[in-house]
């Protein structure tokens, strides 16, 4: 059974930086594709980034996040800065079951979720 567990969320101010985390069991991030998503109250869920033979970040935050992994660890990571109030959200990690191209931030392509983990961003 595959499991995500995010962690590494909190409150911030805008202009601050975060490193979220996704440890994964039954599931190898050295060879997935895996992606963050956010979702706020009363929107859809929205992918943030990607990675699978390549990254791949939403228009909204390129500049300000970088995805990336530790095959020895075998968790995915999600640095944000320049934290705005409109990044406030649940974020969430996903893992896919085929690599991805141009629907990488499809939450639909995705089958194992984590948990979530609650960003703040006061202005």
């Known amino acids: 059974q595959v499991q995500l567990v995010e962690s590494g969320g909190g409150a911030v101010q805008a202009g601050g930086s975060l490193r979220l985390s996704c440890a994964m069991s039954n599931y190898y991030v050295s060879t997935g594709q895996m992606a963050w998503f956010h979702q706020a109250p009363g929107k859809e869920r929205e992918g943030v980034a990607a990675l699978g033979a390549y990254p791949v970040y939403a228009d909204f935050v390129k500049g300000r996040a970088t995805i990336s992994k530790d095959n020895r660890k075998n968790t995915l990571y999600l640095q944000l800065s320049g934290l705005k109030p409109e990044d406030t959200a649940v974020y969430y990690c996903?893992?896919?079951?085929?690599?991805?191209?141009?629907?990488?931030?499809?939450?639909?392509?995705?089958?194992?979720w984590g948990q979530g983990t609650q960003v703040t961003v006061s202005a």
């Open positions: 996903a893992a896919a079951n085929l690599r991805l191209t141009d629907s990488a931030l499809s939450s639909r392509e995705y089958v194992h």
